[in-house]
C-alpha cells in the first residue's frame, strides 16, 4: 500500500480483502495509522509500533489529540501539525515520544465528497535506525578528531598511491588540489621506488609495511617521513591503503649531528695522538742528544782532571764518575722509551724485534718471534701506530695475562700488514672485552682506525688470548 496514493485512497472505506492486508501491514511495519475528525479525536489507529509507546490498537478511539499528549499548546508539534493537515496541508515532521522516534507525516482525511473531514496520521518508528545513524556519527567524529590531531599526515590513497583522502596539507598546497594527486610525487624520485615496493606489498599481502623517505614539503625545503603503509578492508577484501607519514626530521639531524660529533672526536683523537707522538720524538731527541752530549761531554772533563786529584779526592771522583755513568744510562733509557731511535733509524720489524727483547728480558717470558726475511716498511705514520700497539698488548700480557710465553707474528700479504700476539695466560674475558672502560683496548682501535685497520682480540679461559691486528696496504689502503 503505497503512502504515494492519493490521501485517503486505502482508507475509504474499509474493504474486507483491504482489511486483511491492511492488518499484515500494520502488524508487521514499524509503523502507526491513524485518522482524526475534525475536532482531532482519534477515529481510528493501528500498528505494529503502538506497542512501542504502550498504546492498544484502538485505545486511543475518541480522545483527541490533546488529551493524549496533555497539552493545549497550539505549537506542540503533533497538534501544530494536524492543524495544517486540517487546512488542506500535506506535513511531515521528525517527533520524540516516550523515547521513540518517530518520522510522521499527515495529511488531510477526505471524505466521499472531497471535503476534509479529518486528518489521517502515518507514523514510523525510526529509531533504530537514528541510533545507528547517531553511532555512525559519533564514530565519525571520533575518527576525524583522531585523524585531525594526529601528528604528521593520515592519507588514503589506492594501490597506485592517488590520494583519495587526506588530514592536512603542508602550508601553500591546497586540499583539492591535492586530492587525486599521487603520493609518490611528494618525494624526492630516489625514495619513490621504496614507497612503490611499500604500497605493493600492502595492498597485494594485506601487510603493514615501515619505512622512512625523504619528501619535498615545501618548494624550497624537504622532510624526513617515517610512513607505515597497510591495508583498508571492504567487504573482506583490500579495498585501498591507508598511509600514515610523521616528520622525523628531528631525530634525522640530531643523528647525523651525533655521527658528525663522533667522527670529530675520532679526529681529534687521532691528532692528540699524533701530536703526542711527536712531541715524544723531539723530548726524546732533546734529551738523547743535548743532555745525554752534555752529560758525556761532562764525564770527560771530570776524567781528564781526575789524574791531577790530590789522592785524597781519587775516591770521590770515582763515585762521582760512577753516578754520572748511571745518569746517562738513565738518560738514554728515558729517550728510548719515549720514542725508540731504532724505530726510526731501523724501522718496523727492527722495533718490533728490539721491543720483544726488551720485554723478554723484563719479565722473563718466553717470546717467540715470526718475522719475514724482507723489511716491511708501511710508511712512518703506521709504523709508530702498529709499535704503540704492540706495546701496548705487551704491556697486558705483563700486567694481566699471567702467561709462560708468547707468539708474536708479524706478516705483510699483498693487501694487508698483519701482526698476531698470542698469549697462554689466562685469557681475557668477554667483560673485559666489551667494558667501555678498558681504554687501552679502546686506544689500540682508535690507533689502527685512520688506516682503515682493526683490532680483534680473542680470549679463552685458561689458554691464553690472541690479539689480531690488520693493517689494509696497496689501493685499498684509506688516507689518514
Ligand atoms: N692479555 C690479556 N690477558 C688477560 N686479560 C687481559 C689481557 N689484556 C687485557 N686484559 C683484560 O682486559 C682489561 C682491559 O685492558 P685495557 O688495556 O683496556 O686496560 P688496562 O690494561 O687495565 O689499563 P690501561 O688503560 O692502562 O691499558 C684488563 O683490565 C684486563 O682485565
Ligand atoms: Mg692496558
Same mark, same amino acid.
Do not use: A, C, E, V
Given at each position: 500500500l503505497p503512502i504515494s496514493s492519493p490521501p485517503g485512497a486505502f482508507l475509504s472505506p474499509p474493504q474486507p480483502k483491504d482489511e486483511t492486508l491492511l492488518r499484515l501491514l500494520a502488524d508487521q511495519a514499524p509503523a502507526i495509522i491513524w485518522t482524526t475528525d475534525r475536532e482531532l479525536r482519534f477515529t481510528f489507529s493501528m500498528g505494529s509500533a503502538l506497542k512501542n509507546i504502550g498504546v492498544a490498537p484502538?485505545?486511543?478511539?475518541?480522545?483527541?489529540l490533546a488529551e493524549y499528549f496533555r497539552t493545549? *499548546?497550539? *505549537?506542540f508539534p503533533p497538534i501544530l501539525h494536524h492543524r495544517r493537515a486540517l487546512t488542506g496541508e500535506k506535513t511531515s515532521y521528525e517527533f520524540n515520544w516516550q523515547n521513540r522516534i518517530f518520522h510522521t507525516r499527515v495529511e488531510p482525511f477526505l471524505g466521499p *465528497?472531497?471535503? +476534509?473531514?479529518g486528518t489521517l496520521g502515518l507514523a514510523l518508528d525510526i529509531t533504530e535506525r537514528k541510533r545507528a545513524e547517531a553511532e555512525l556519527q559519533e564514530s565519525e567524529r571520533r575518527w576525524k578528531a583522531i585523524v585531525s590531531q594526529a601528528p604528521g599526515f593520515v592519507t588514503i590513497m589506492d594501490e597506485e598511491g592517488? +590520494? $583519495?583522502? +587526506?588530514n592536512r596539507v603542508s602550508p601553500g598546497y591546497v586540499m583539492e588540489d591535492v586530492?587525486? &594527486?599521487? &603520493? $609518490?610525487?611528494? $618525494?624526492?624520485p630516489s625514495y619513490r621506488p621504496i614507497a612503490r615496493r611499500a604500497y605493493r606489498k600492502a595492498f597485494q599481502k594485506g601487510e603493514i609495511v615501515t619505512y622512512d623517505v625523504e619528501g619535498q614539503i615545501t618548494k624550497d625545503r624537504t622532510a624526513w617521513y617515517r610512513s607505515r603503509v597497510g591495508p583498508l578492508y571492504r567487504n573482506g577484501k583490500i579495498s585501498s591503503l591507508i598511509l600514515v607519514s610523521t616528520d622525523i626530521s628531528e631525530n634525522k639531524r640530531a643523528e647525523v649531528a651525533l655521527k658528525g660529533s663522533f667522527e670529530r672526536m675520532r679526529q681529534l683523537a687521532a691528532r692528540l695522538q699524533s701530536v703526542r707522538e711527536e712531541e715524544r720524538q723531539r723530548i726524546s731527541l732533546e734529551i738523547h742528544d743535548r743532555l745525554g752530549q752534555a752529560l758525556t761531554g761532562l764525564k770527560l772533563d771530570l776524567s781528564s782532571m781526575a789524574p791531577g786529584a790530590g789522592r785524597e779526592n781519587r775516591p770521590r771522583f770515582k763515585s762521582i764518575l760512577q753516578s754520572l755513568d748511571d745518569t746517562i744510562r738513565a738518560v738514554r733509557k728515558i729517550s728510548t722509551e719515549l720514542r725508540p731511535a731504532v724505530l726510526d733509524s731501523l724501522g718496523l720489524k727492527a722495533a718490533i724485534e728490539w721491543q720483544a727483547r726488551e720485554f723478554q728480558t723484563r719479565t722473563k717470558t718466553t717470546v717467540r718471534l715470526k718475522i719475514p726475511a724482507r723489511d716491511i716498511d708501511p710508511g712512518p705514520d703506521q709504523s709508530v701506530a702498529l709499535f704503540r700497539i704492540f706495546q701496548e698488548i705487551l704491556t697486558n700480557v705483563a700486567r694481566h695475562a699471567e702467561a709462560r710465553s708468547v707468539q708474536v707474528d708479524l706478516n705483510r700479504a699483498p693487501r694487508e700488514l698483519r701482526l698476531t700476539v698470542a698469549d697462554n695466560g689466562r685469557g681475557i674475558t668477554k667483560k673485559a672485552l666489551s667494558d667501555p672502560a678498558s681504554l687501552g683496548l679502546l686506544g689500540m682501535r682508535e690507533r689502527a682506525l685512520p688506516f682503515g685497520g682493526t683490532v680483534d682480540i680473542e680470549g679463552q679461559r685458561g689458554r691464553g688470548t690472541k690479539v689480531t691486528v690488520r693493517l689494509p696496504q696497496g689501493s685499498s689502503r684509506r688516507e689518514p
Open positions: 484502538n485505545q486511543l478511539m475518541g480522545m483527541s493545549q *499548546d497550539p *505549537d *465528497d472531497g471535503k +476534509i473531514i592517488r +590520494i $583519495l583522502y +587526506i586530492i587525486g &594527486t599521487s &603520493t $609518490l610525487d611528494f $618525494l624526492l
